[in-house]
């Protein structure tokens, strides 16, 4: 079955970077959409990058320049680059995808900005 594995998450100071991770495996990777979905305490969960299997990126505004999705198809693996983080990206990081209709979610993981 579809299961998808995040890592990375962490404590970081305003203005750091953090890199995380996810692990894809039960499905063809190479072929599907990935995002990156994140959710704050008391916040709906809100799509933050987006990356298609022909390698196009899609950034949610409030990340975009900061921010850096990537794949590697032989790894069956995504990415989230993350620069100049801000207090307010402070939030559950998941990774997404959509296989024959279903909707997949990792379990995700914690990024804490602050000083």
């Known amino acids: 079955q579809v299961q998808l594995v995040e890592s990375g998450g962490g404590l970081v100071q305003p203005g750091g970077s953090l890199k995380l991770s996810c692990a894809a495996s039960g499905f063809t990777f190479r072929s599907y959409v990935m995002s990156w979905y994140r959710q704050a305490p008391g916040k709906e969960r809100e799509m933050v990058a987006l990356?298609?299997?022909?390698?196009?990126?899609i950034y949610a505004d409030s990340v975009k320049a900061r921010f850096t999705v990537s794949r590697d198809n032989a790894k069956n693996t995504v990415y989230l680059q993350m620069n100049s983080l801000k207090p307010e990206d402070t939030a559950v990081y998941y990774c997404?995808?959509?296989?024959?209709?279903?909707?997949?979610w990792g379990q995700g993981t914690q990024v804490t900005v602050s000083s």
């Open positions: 997404h995808t959509v296989v024959q209709g279903g909707n997949h």
């Open positions: 990356i298609v299997s022909a390698g196009t990126t």
